[in-house]
């Protein structure tokens, strides 16, 4: 076979499955016309046009106004929570084990102006300081197949959901109310729990010190590593009986005591991320019986750095299973590039609510893809 001949027939392969991907979400569709140009519009995500803004979609797709693909984001009637739950099951179709891991992370979206929904000066991670922009909390799948983003909500502060004047300018619904990124972490993760297969949440200190969404995580038998501080306080036995509340970054002393041992986190850029391990095991147990521990991870060769994680998880949990937990936590922050840089998930120009998420729905449904 030529190398030409290879590579169309490749390339019709592609687009043969980016069409049953299409057809699978269409039903979500009232009409036929949006029906036909979201084709087009995940086509344009992931093309190697400079912005997949309406302009560039459309002329990518040979329409010589953006009109139609802003009507697929303003006003065309779809449902883009059930196209998000679609994501969600052909990932996990794809790259679905049932001990992979479920990762949440926000990320920041620069943009200019007060208008768009949740717009404000926020921590961005993408410019490491405080910039106006809006929030988005996501969750990666991860798993030894692969990783991939399956679902998202934008974060609104208090300056706007106190704001209901401003809301309704911005298409915010009265009955969208103000949550912390916690909670929209839990309504994330709520709807995916029993949708796809997963044993494990991991997430950074943003998360982790948050005892409400660690319960909530407990309630649903889900094991856990996340990220806290020094400062924060566990439950640990004390000398002479009972519970005492400890500073985590109390306990390096008994953790000396235990031994670290040097594990991979997983593969890196530069190949394994080698990393000196410890645990305690913290006094109470979860309401179903699975064990707490708190996992610290100390640098080879500097051992003043260190990093504190709350873990819980069934009884004779291997220690080489939470680092692997922990490791997959830089899965979702690749996932957020790729969705960048290959789907546009960032490149929208949209200020009301419900446009935003009709957008990143099909950027993530582009990058799964």
């Not at 459309?58 to 059930?82: C, I, N, S």
């Not at 949550?179 to 950074?204: E, F, H, M, N, S």
Request: with cysteine.
């Amino acid at each position: 076979m030529v190398v030409g001949q290879a590579t169309s027939e490749m390339m019709g392969g592609w687009a043969a499955a980016l069409q049953r991907l299409i057809d699978r979400i269409g039903w979500h569709f009232e009409r036929p016309e949006p029906r036909r140009r979201v084709g087009r519009f995940v086509a344009g995500l992931l093309s190697e046009v400079e912005r997949r803004n309406g302009w560039q979609l459309a002329e990518h797709a040979g329409e010589a106004t953006p009109d139609g693909m802003q009507r697929l984001l303003y006003q065309a009637k779809w449902d883009v929570d059930a196209v998000c739950a679609d994501v969600g099951d052909y990932v996990a179709e794809h790259l679905g084990e049932p001990d992979a891991v479920l990762v949440v992370d926000e990320s920041g979206i620069p943009k200019k102006g007060t208008k768009s929904a949740g717009v404000a000066p926020q921590y961005c991670g993408a410019r490491n300081t405080v910039v106006n922009c809006q929030v988005g909390v996501f969750v990666a799948y991860v798993s030894t197949r692969g990783t991939a983003l399956v679902d998202r909500e934008l974060y609104l502060p208090k300056g706007w959901t106190e704001d209901r004047e401003r809301c309704l300018e911005a298409g915010i619904p009265e009955q969208v109310g103000f949550a912390c990124k916690q909670q929209l972490a839990a309504k994330i993760l709520a709807r995916l729990v029993g949708r796809v297969p997963a044993g494990w949440v991991a997430a950074d200190a943003v998360y982790g010190p948050d005892t409400w969404l660690r319960a909530w995580l407990e309630g649903r038998r889900l094991g856990y590593v996340l990220g806290i501080r020094a400062v924060d306080r566990v439950d640990v036995v004390a000398n002479r009986g009972g519970v005492v509340q400890v500073a985590a970054g109390e306990l390096t002393g008994q953790l000396e005591a235990a031994g670290f041992l040097r594990l991979s986190a997983g593969a890196g850029v530069q190949g394994p991320r080698w990393w000196d391990w410890a645990r305690l095991e913290l006094a109470t147990p979860t309401v179903h019986g699975h064990r707490r521990w708190l996992l610290v991870r100390r640098h080879p060769t500097d051992p003043t750095e260190l990093a504190f994680f709350m873990c819980a998880g069934p009884p004779g949990t291997p220690l080489a299973v939470l680092v692997r937990v922990e490791g997959a936590r830089w899965g979702v922050e690749e996932a957020i590039q790729t969705a960048k840089g290959d789907a546009g998930l960032d490149h929208y120009e949209v200020r009301r609510y419900d446009a935003w998420y009709r957008h990143v729905t099909l950027s993530l449904l582009a990058a799964a893809f």
